[in-house]
């Protein structure tokens, strides 16, 4: 929904209250349905090996009364995927994203676009930066991550979302990484700065690791992806 601040907002409802709110106007999107139902599972495995890709799929459904759905915001997931399966919603989304690989949920206010973090500068969108499509059941929409968009349910209507998970080089590196470094007991400590010789630790981490890093089994890392 929208507040007074103008700003989107989320919220959990339980199952037997979210018909109600959804007769009052609001949005309900169900998260990771590809946990309940095989076939979007298999769906988004089969997309992601088709492409190539290494994060996670996750599979949404979203529930939007009759002229109702989300304002301008652009979401964290690398590739976003709708499904369009009962009624019609038209879809409005920039033409190129606003920034490359966002690592976080962004909105727009009157004045301004709006990040929950630092990882970018961004521009509030013009009338002019987007371009609109009404979805009927069968359309498939994809759009990048990063791409500003926003909807309105030109009926009762419910589309599915695809998406990949959002996963950095950092993740994937200090995933594996962090795993045989706690083998060492070295690592296993809590650093605290009330160690005298704090300075000769950090060295001492800071050589082992880069020692770590340059050892590494490279071929041993890509059979991860």
């Known amino acids: 929904c929208v507040g007074n ?6 919220f959990t409802v339980e199952n037997k209250r979210a018909r109600s709110f959804f007769e009052c106007g609001m949005s309900i999107q169900l998260e990771e349905l590809q946990i309940l139902d095989d076939n979007l599972l298999s769906l988004g495995n089969l997309i ?4 190539q890709l290494y994060p996670a799929m996750e599979a949404a459904a979203l529930m939007s009364p009759p002229a109702e759905g989300y304002p301008i915001h652009m979401d964290p997931n690398p590739d976003v995927w709708i499904l369009q399966v ?3 919603k038209k879809w409005s989304y920039s033409k190129k994203p606003a920034v490359s690989v966002p690592l976080s949920w962004a909105t727009v206010t009157e004045t301004a676009a ?8 961004l521009r509030r969108p013009t009338d002019d930066d987007f371009v609109t499509h009404t979805l009927t059941p069968g359309d498939i929409l ?7 968009h926003t909807t309105s349910a030109c009926e009762e209507s419910l589309s599915v979302i695809l998406s990949n998970v959002n996963s950095t080089w950092t993740e994937f590196f200090f995933k594996e990484f962090e795993a045989q470094l706690l083998e060492r007991k070295e690592w296993r400590y809590i650093p605290s700065n009330r160690d005298s010789n704090i300075r000769s630790v950090l060295q001492e981490r800071h050589k082992e690791f880069l020692d770590f890093v340059s050892n590494y089994d490279l071929d041993k890392l890509a059979s991860r992806l």
């Open 48 to 51: 992601r090996e088709e492409l």
């Open 5 to 10: 601040d103008k700003r989107f907002h989320q």
């Open 86 to 88: 009962t009624g019609s």
């Open 114 to 121: 709006w990040g929950g973090d630092t990882w970018a500068e």
């Open 142 to 148: 994809y759009f990048p991550g990063g791409t500003w």
